[in-house]
Nanobody, 125 residues
């Protein structure tokens, strides 16, 4: 069973940047659909972005242009670069993974069987 550990969360001003990392053990990320979800207080979790084993990426409309997902296969680590942050980007960010390639077709929670414990992001306006 895989293990996903997020880091890099914290506080930022609106317009600022943060970079999240997800270190993975137990499986090779190059063969999985990897992604990020987030959950704001009182709201359902939301798919932010995914990257497939073929490198194809998908973003939620709310983060397009501002966020970038990437992965370092040699380090078995997933990243999320977040720029021009907005207050509505605040929430707990979760690294997710699934061996099924189809998981990367849609930003749906039920597609992902592996979740990290998350890292908190707070953006003040």
């Amino acid at each position: 069973q895989g293990h996903l550990v997020e880091s890099g969360g914290g506080s930022a001003q609106a317009g600022g940047s943060l970079r999240l990392s997800c270190v993975v053990s137990g499986f090779t990320i190059s063969t999985y659909c990897m992604g990020w979800f987030r959950q704001a207080p009182g709201k359902d979790d939301e798919g932010v972005t995914v990257v497939g084993s073929d490198g194809r990426v998908k973003y939620a409309d709310s983060v397009k242009v501002r966020f970038t997902i990437s992965k370092d296969n040699a380090r078995n680590t997933l990243y999320l670069e977040m720029n021009n942050l907005k207050a509505e980007d605040s929430g707990r960010y979760y690294c997710v993974a699934d061996p099924w390639a189809g998981a990367c077709l849609h930003l749906q929670r039920g597609n992902f069987g592996l979740w990290g414990k998350g890292t908190q992001v707070t953006v003040s306006s």
